[in-house]
Structures are given as structure tokens and as C-alpha cells.
């Protein structure tokens, strides 16, 4: 079964400073990756995705992610956090099971919070 | 905003009751997901519709049930509420049932029950 580790549950950076949230998946085919943004009292809002490709993905909010097959990791980053980026970011994996049928596993999410 | 649609905003109600929560999807999208977010359990997937049919099932209980009917708004319905059923309940919508899609989330149902 498709799992999705990350391994920081709270980081603190301050403003203006760059930013590494790392995520490790366990899949058995070719990985749909994704990391979605949850600010507080709000629903899940895509940040980026990879499908295939330039392993080097863009995204909104001036976030990128790398897909490293090798070390099963789908890292997020952004070189300088604004104080509006405080919230929990997950990462998931998209898998599917049949024909038409479909689901995300997220990991447990990683909590930012910006000093100002 | 996702156009995901989801009603009630919050819900509160007592052990033993049953409720339904509603998810208007985005327009034309044929699928429709529902997740449990706990603090214990995190985001978990509970079950898929695509285009009126159940299509994947995942963590979800017997005492709940879910139906996505002809104009393609889903209901999730959660009966013999106990107290850790509270949790935030998320509807999310897709074009399509493929893996390599992207999926729009609402901003949930958050039910409490006391």
C-alpha cells in the first residue's frame, strides 16, 4: 500500500528566509505527487503537482518541488518565506486501483510557522 | 475559492444522532471524494464517486454512508454518531477518476458531536 512520510511535524523560519519541507512516499508504480496548502480554518488548496517529466516542478505562492526517484522524495521549497505562508502543508500521492477509481494518501502534514 | 461547495459550514449534534453533509461539486466534474481530517488520524480518504457509481472505498465506517446523485452533488451521511466521529470532513472534486488528476477541495464541514 502507498504511504507518505513527513518527517517534520513543526518548523519555524523566519521571514525572508528559505524553505525545505521534505516528503518521502512509498509507491510501487510511477508516483502522482502533490502538495497542498491548508491555512488555518480553510480547505486544501494545490500548490503544485508532478505527473511525469522535468522532475523540477513549479507551482503558485513561488513554491517548486523535486521528485528524486532514487531517494523516493518529493521535497517543497521556496527560497524566501513571506509571513502569509504560515500554515500546514501536506504531501500526497495519488493512486489508483481501477479503471475510474481513485484516491489521495497524505502524509501528516508539516506545520510553518513565520517569525517575523 | 475551489468551487467546491460544502453544507453545512459546522455542525454540532449529540451522540446516537445521524446527519447528512452535502458537497455541490465544481462544474463538470464527474468525480467526487470525501475525507475525514482528525488530529489523531490525519487526512483519510473514505470513499469515491465517479458520475453517479462508487468507485473506491477506503477508511470508512459502516455506521456511514455516502451517494452522489444524478446532478452529481454528493451526500454524506453519518449515523450513531459517537464522540470521535468529530473531525473535519472535506468534499473534493475532479474531472475525471484517473490518478493523474487534480483534485479541488471544499472547505469542509467541521461536525462536532457532543
Known amino acids: 500500500a502507498q504511504s507518505v512520510t513527513q518527517p517534520d511535524i513543526h518548523i519555524t523560519v523566519s521571514e525572508g528566509a528559505s524553505l525545505e519541507l521534505r516528503c518521502n512516499y512509498s509507491?510501487?508504480?510511477?508516483?502522482?505527487l502533490f502538495w497542498y496548502v491548508q491555512s488555518p480554518g480553510q480547505g486544501l488548496q494545490l500548490l503544485l503537482k508532478y505527473f511525469s517529466g522535468d522532475t523540477l516542478v513549479q507551482g503558485i505562492k513561488g513554491f517548486e518541488a523535486e521528485f528524486k526517484r532514487s531517494q523516493s522524495s518529493f521535497n517543497l521549497r521556496k527560497p524566501s518565506v513571506h509571513w502569509s505562508d504560515a500554515a500546514e502543508y501536506f504531501c500526497?500521492?495519488?493512486?489508483?486501483?481501477?479503471?475510474?477509481?481513485?484516491?489521495?494518501?497524505f502524509g501528516k502534514g508539516t506545520k510553518l510557522s513565520v517569525i517575523p | 475559492d475551489s468551487g467546491v461547495t460544502q453544507t453545512p459550514k459546522h455542525l454540532i449534534t449529540a451522540t446516537g444522532q445521524r446527519v447528512t453533509l452535502r458537497c455541490s461539486p465544481r462544474?463538470?466534474?464527474?468525480?467526487v471524494y470525501w475525507y475525514q481530517q482528525s488530529l489523531d488520524q490525519g487526512l483519510q480518504f473514505l470513499i469515491q464517486?465517479?458520475?453517479?457509481?462508487?468507485?473506491a472505498k477506503g477508511n470508512i465506517l459502516e455506521r456511514f454512508s455516502a451517494q452522489q446523485f444524478p446532478d452529481l452533488h454528493s451526500e454524506l451521511n453519518l449515523s450513531s454518531l459517537e464522540l470521535g466521529d468529530s473531525a473535519l470532513y472535506f468534499c473534493?472534486?475532479?474531472?475525471?477518476?484517473?490518478?493523474?488528476?487534480?483534485?479541488?477541495f471544499g472547505q469542509g464541514t467541521r461536525l462536532t458531536v457532543v
Open positions: 462544474s463538470g466534474d464527474l468525480s
Open positions: 464517486y465517479y458520475n453517479g457509481e462508487e468507485r
Open positions: 500526497a500521492v495519488g493512486d489508483s486501483s481501477g479503471a475510474g477509481s481513485y484516491q489521495l494518501t
Open positions: 473534493a472534486s475532479s474531472a475525471s477518476g484517473r490518478a493523474n488528476t487534480e483534485a479541488f
Open positions: 509507491y510501487g508504480a510511477t508516483p502522482y
